[in-house]
């Protein structure tokens, strides 16, 4: 227990031992810790010392480093402009020199001109210069350094080549500090100046001889004037000049013959005077003499000038003259041209009237039932009569081409109902005098053009007419070709060539001029006026293209043309020729024109087209593909002739028995004047029934109602064709038309077409009972004549539109028909309301195309009053004749536009020269200014505005007084604001 307790002791004690030793050693280290961080701290001060000494270091390298770019900057600086200055100097034309006192070259850029080379510093000056030349350049040098001001001296050298020059140097102190510490010597070639000058200085000597040669001239031409008058005064005549005598000049004009061995100067301007009658004033005259003599000769050619001046008054006077008789000769020709325009115009109407009589009546015999000697009997006068009329036509148009008065169309159309329509007057004629009338068109056309269709179709009727005309036997070939085609224009070349008698070589020209054919004896054989071939070739000229005619004796002739036609922007294909899109026709006609026509179609329509000769191979095609899964929708078989149909016939009992035929089409196409009839053939054989030539439109008609609106296609009821049902209630009862005609004869015809048509007819014989029956019936539509007595036709439309007449519908559709054919009749036909315009004699198909215009099923008129303002506002103004302007100057534009402005500058101070007439009461200056106006907006083509300036001269002219003259230059104000705006919106001074 003991020695435990003792150990517990000693344990003790030595824990106390090493708590003092722990004690002491952490006091020494607490002791070193202290040490350290007071070392520690005297380290983070001497780092934040070298810190700053660190940065003061940078902050000088920084300075030094912008001082070093400072530096260089300016040493580039330096540079560039040592560089430059140096460039200047180098190619400086100047010599320039730099020497100091002693006159010591410093600095040279080049050796002076004239001198010796050799540049080199630190020479006497004396070294560049000549010896002749030291003691002034030395005195120059001297003097800038003694003055410090500027001198210049001149020296003349011997250059290279032999030749002298001239040198300018100029000298110059350089100053430092108020002293001259160098000069600066600048030297300049002056060899060319100098050379300037001498010539100058011969120009001057030369004129001076020339004015002394002039003025002597003078004088003489007074001697002799002087002369003249004293003869005249001697024999008791009147003076011819009135030459005053030269009071200041006392004894005769000392002239002398100017020395003929002079040289330089004086025998150039001897050869140029040319001093034959000694008439030069010597140089050593008289001072005051020669100054005498200038204003004598001077006051001389005032003279004469006045002299001249009256003469070419006198001769202006009688040009204006001149000028106004022409003026009033072109009023009298203008006045016979109105006289002779009207003259046809009335005779046109006189001709017509009869004619629409015995046209329309034979129409209508044509359509009862005749035997065959009636019937040859009544087409030989409807012949007649057509022929009569194309006469008629033909001479209206010769005379509007001979007056220029044939204004062309601007209008959409289709090209190939042009070319059928032509094809189709034709074809009887050819197939009656059994000559082929061959059509070959271009499949690649475009058809849907903007034109003058009814000109194009008049120049060809003209040429395919002449070709049958001339061709006993043969063929007539009528070939149409696009030549070139861009987006907006296409170039379309005609052919009409024959197998006919020719036109001899030497005649070719005269078959364009007028009354004349290729030779006399034609005229008894062939008949004809000789009109057609010039009024085609005058419409193809008017349309920017010209005939030409390739022919010889016996081996027929070819007239061809070219025409630039503008495309419409749509070329799409009407309904039913868009429904046959993809469908598949076959053609079995071995005639190659006949298939290239039917080929044109098809393309036009994308329908996929063959052409097949023979009947077996065709039928064997049909079945083959008919098998293959590609049936074929129909088949046009062409007749040739009778001994033919047994072998198509037997075609179609072939086809008939063919099942997988069952669906396909079958279309039978006779020639021209076949008697075959089609209900021969058994029932079922035949779908369609069409006759050469086949048209466009009767071919796509016939091929929709076969493919398109056959049960089960769906066609009607896709597109909204309306059913029987539906047709039915849309037939109301026919229209109701009330015709306005004085002439009983062309009442019988009007009255027959349209009953023939299913209309109910009306007559009125004016005016007056027409505005009657409108006011008490509701019409659908007015055919209207306009001259007949009482009323005439475009009063009663002008107060059937006013609606103030008790009319039921002031926008009823009327239709002129007239048998003025003259220009400017359709346009007065618009101008008074109307609504279009049918020229007599009317024809049966002028009368269909009417009502189907009309709308044969509405009670709508298709034209309205407010389609007839459009129209009204589209024909050319009456304000601003531009057309009929640029006519009168042969379309020079220049000349239209420089009297257009001038005329507008003018017109205004005109019109304040009347106001201020009116107020002071001046009818005479009225009269006259009213004059001018008017003459001055006739050259312009300002009609309204001339007819102001006419009422307004003639009031001042019969009334003598002040009058209405207020009120008309009101209205002529009002005419002249009208004009101005009118000629700014032309064509002229829009471009």
């Not at 024109?593 to 393309?603: D, G, Q, T, Y």
Request: charge should be negative.
């Amino acid at each position: 227990m003991e020695s435990s307790h003792r150990q517990l002791l000693e344990e003790l004690a030595l824990l106390r031992s090493q708590s003092r030793q722990s004690r002491k050693a952490e006091h020494e280290l607490m002791r070193q810790q202290k040490l350290l961080r007071e070392q520690n701290i005297n380290l983070i001060r001497k780092s934040v010392e070298l810190s700053d000494v660190k940065r003061q270091l940078e902050d000088k390298n920084y300075e030094l480093e912008l001082s070093q770019k400072k530096l260089e900057q300016t040493l580039d600086s330096l540079r560039t402009s040592e560089n430059t200055l140096r460039s200047v100097l180098a190619n400086s034309p100047d010599t320039i020199i730099c020497v100091d006192r002693d006159h010591r070259v410093i600095y040279m850029n080049r050796p002076i001109a004239g001198y010796h080379s050799g540049l080199t510093i630190g020479n006497h000056l004396c070294d560049y210069v000549v010896a002749d030349h030291h003691d002034l350049y030395h005195q120059a040098v001297e003097e800038v350094f003694t003055s410090a001001r500027s001198s210049q001296i001149e020296t003349r050298v011997h250059l290279s080549g032999g030749e002298d020059g001239y040198l300018e140097s100029r000298f110059g102190p350089c100053i430092d500090n108020g002293e001259v510490v160098f000069v600066v010597m600048i030297s300049t070639d002056i060899s060319e100046r100098k050379r300037i000058e001498q010539q100058l200085h011969l120009s001057f000597e030369r004129v001076d001889r020339i004015n002394r040669f002039l003025i002597g001239r003078e004088a003489r031409n007074m001697e002799l004037k002087r002369e003249v008058d004293k003869l005249l005064a001697e024999l008791d005549r009147p003076f011819k000049y009135h030459v005053e005598n030269a009071d200041a000049v006392s004894g005769p004009v000392p002239f002398s013959l100017m020395d003929e061995n002079a040289s330089g100067t004086a025998a150039i301007s001897s050869a140029l005077l040319t001093d034959r009658d000694q008439v030069s004033i010597p140089e050593n005259a008289d001072p005051q003499l020669v100054i005498q003599l200038q204003r004598d000769a001077l006051m001389n050619l005032l003279h004469d000038a006045n002299v001249a001046r009256n003469a070419l008054l006198d001769a202006n006077k009688k040009l204006e003259d001149a000028i106004r008789n022409a003026r009033k000769m072109a009023a009298h020709a203008d006045a016979a041209n109105d006289a002779k325009s009207q003259f046809l115009a009335n005779m046109s109407h006189e001709i017509r009237t009869p004619l629409n009589g015995v046209i329309g009546m034979t129409d209508l015999l044509l359509e009862s039932a005749l035997d065959t000697e009636q019937r040859k009997f009544a087409q030989t006068i409807s012949s007649s009569g057509r022929n009569l009329l194309r006469l008629v036509n033909d001479i209206l148009d010769f005379s509007k081409i001979e007056a220029n008065k044939l204004e062309i169309e601007y209008l959409d159309f289709d090209l190939l109902d042009v070319l059928e329509e032509v094809i189709a007057l034709f074809a009887y004629s050819a197939h009656e005098k059994n000559v082929d009338l061959i059509f070959l068109p271009d499949h690649t056309i475009p058809f849907r053009l903007k034109g003058d269709a009814a000109r194009l179709q008049q120049i060809l009727v003209n040429l395919v007419s002449n070709a049958l005309k001339f061709t006993a036997e043969g063929e007539v070939v009528f070939s149409v070709d696009l030549e070139r085609e861009s987006d907006a224009t296409a170039t379309i070349r005609f052919t009409v060539s024959d197998t006919g008698i020719g036109i001899d070589s030497e005649r070719i020209e005269a078959v364009f001029a007028p009354f004349t054919q290729a030779d006399g004896s034609m005229i008894r054989k062939y008949g004809g006026t000789g009109l057609g071939l010039s009024i085609s070739n005058q419409l193809a000229r008017k349309m920017n293209s010209e005939i030409h005619v390739q022919s010889s004796p016996e081996n027929g002739s070819t007239f061809c043309f070219s025409m630039i036609f503008e495309k419409q922007k749509t070329q799409t294909n009407e309904r039913n020729e868009a429904l046959l899109a993809g469908r598949k026709v076959m053609l079995v006609d071995d005639y190659e024109p006949c298939r290239k026509l039917l080929r044109l179609f098809a393309v036009s329509w994308n329908v996929r087209f063959a052409a097949e000769s023979e009947l077996n191979e065709a039928i064997d095609l049909l079945e083959r593909d008919a098998r293959n899964g590609s049936p074929w929708d129909c088949v046009i078989i062409a007749v040739k002739d009778s001994a033919s149909m047994m072998e198509i016939q037997s075609m179609f009992e072939r086809l008939h028995n063919i099942s997988l035929l069952d669906t396909l089409r079958q279309v039978l196409l006779l020639p021209l004047g076949s008697t075959f009839n089609p209900d021969s053939l058994p029932a079922g054989f035949v779908s369609a029934v069409l006759q050469k030539p086949v048209r466009s439109r009767d071919l796509s008609s016939c091929l929709f109602d076969l493919l398109c609106t056959s049960p089960g296609t769906g066609a009607g009821d896709e597109d909204g064709a309306p059913s029987e049902p539906e047709k039915e209630s849309k037939q109301v009862k026919p229209l109701r038309i009330l015709v306005v005609e004085d002439s009983v004869v062309n009442q019988q015809v009007l009255v027959a077409m349209l009953s023939k048509n299913g209309c109910s007819v009306d007559i009125a014989e004016n005016g007056v009972e027409a505005l009657k029956a409108l006011g008490t019936t509701p019409y659908d539509l007015v055919l209207m004549d306009c001259q007949m007595p009482e009323m005439d036709g475009f009063e009663a439309t002008r107060r059937i539109r006013s609606g103030e007449h008790g009319v039921l519908n002031p926008d009823i559709a009327v239709i002129a028909v007239t048998a003025n054919a003259m220009k400017g009749d359709r346009e007065r036909c618009l101008h008074a309301g109307m609504n279009d315009y049918i020229p007599k004699p009317v024809r049966t198909s002028d009368i269909v195309g009417l009502l189907e215009r009309i709308g044969r099923y509405s009670r709508e008129p298709v034209l309205d009053y407010s389609q007839y303002k459009t129209m009204e506002m589209a024909t050319e103004s009456d304000i601003f004749q531009e057309r009929e302007m640029l006519d009168r100057l042969q379309h020079d534009r220049e000349i239209a536009i420089m009297l257009i402005e001038h005329f507008l500058d003018d017109i205004p101070r005109q019109l304040s020269i009347l106001r201020t007439a009116h107020e002071e009461g001046n009818i005479a200056q009225i009269k006259l200014t009213a004059h001018s106006v008017k003459g001055a907006a006739l050259i312009v083509g300002g009609n309204r505005f001339s007819n102001a300036a006419v009422r307004l001269e003639e009031d001042a002219e019969h009334h003598g007084t002040m009058g209405q003259s207020g009120k008309l230059i009101d209205e002529l104000e009002e005419e002249f604001r009208t004009l101005h705006n009118e000629m700014q919106q032309s064509s002229l001074l829009k471009t």
